[in-house]
T-cell receptor, first 114, second 112 residues
Framework: DGGITQSPKYLFRKEGQNVTLSCEQNLNHDAMYWYRQDPGQGLRLIYYSQIVNDFQKGDIAEGYSVSREKKESFPLTVTSAQKNPTAFYLC?????????????FGSGTRLTVV | GENVEQHPSTLSVQEGDSAVIKCTYSDSASNYFPWYKQELGKGPQLIIDIRSNVGEKKDQRIAVTLNKTAKHFSLHITETQPEDSAVYFCAAQGGGADGLTFGKGTHLIIQP
């Protein structure tokens, strides 16, 4: 079955530590997205990528970094510069040649600072 | 850029009654409007969508209406069931390359 996989499901970060969240898709989708979800805030866009080796900042990119070395993979690094990283992180993908279609989401990673 | 407003933030209905969630958008160039359902601890799932050349779309107990002139669209759930309890998000596809803009979500509670 095709889908989008996020790992780990739960992640704990110590103060001053960088952590990387994995996102892999086998849907042959061109575009991939990272969202942060906080209670009552909806989904806020962190970074997105339309093609391999290219990505753009979203609304809340500060303290985060990404890479897109392969079409299937779009990992997100939460750096020590992100002062309030505790949140639920969602990865999504979609095809770009059929623009009027929605995203497929992963099941999310819950990051907690300890 | 696009801005999507969603109301209400919480909606409680009796099982079997109907539920309506409303969204407005700002970018008149937006042409695609999906709705997502998110259960606790899971990623959002697409439940229905509508394109700008259509005014209404129905799928069993779920329907979506779109008024392009007023720039608003609504989700209608009839004969609500306990499994409909979840957070629902509306979204709009604007003219930019950054994809969908989401509303802040509605927590739908089905009272037995």
């Amino acid at each position: 079955d095709g889908g989008i996989t996020q790992s780990p499901k739960y992640l704990f970060r110590k103060e001053g530590q960088n952590v990387t969240l994995s996102c892999e898709q086998n849907l042959n989708h061109d575009a991939m997205y990272w969202y942060r979800q906080d209670p009552g805030q909806g989904l806020r866009l962190i970074y997105y990528s339309q093609i391999v080796n290219d990505f753009q900042k979203g609304d809340i990119a500060e303290g985060y970094s990404v890479s897109r070395e392969k079409k299937e993979s779009f990992p997100l690094t939460v750096t020590s510069a992100q002062k309030n990283p505790t949140a639920f992180y969602l990865c999504a993908s979609r095809t770009t040649w059929r623009a009027l279609y929605g995203y497929t989401f992963g099941s999310g990673t819950r990051l907690t600072v300890v | 850029g696009e801005n999507v407003e969603q109301h209400p933030s919480t909606l409680s209905v009796q099982e079997g009654d109907s539920a309506v969630i409303k969204c407005t958008y700002s970018d008149s160039a937006s042409n695609y409007f999906p709705w997502y359902k998110q259960e606790l601890g899971k990623g959002p799932q697409l439940i229905i969508d509508i394109r700008s050349n259509v005014g209404e779309k129905k799928d069993q107990r779920i329907a979506v209406t779109l008024n392009k002139t007023a720039k608003h669209f609504s989700l209608h759930i009839t004969e609500t069931q306990p499994e409909d309890s979840a957070v629902y998000f509306c979204a709009a596809q604007g003219g930019g390359a950054d994809g969908l803009t989401f509303g802040k979500g509605t927590h739908l509670i089905i009272q037995p």
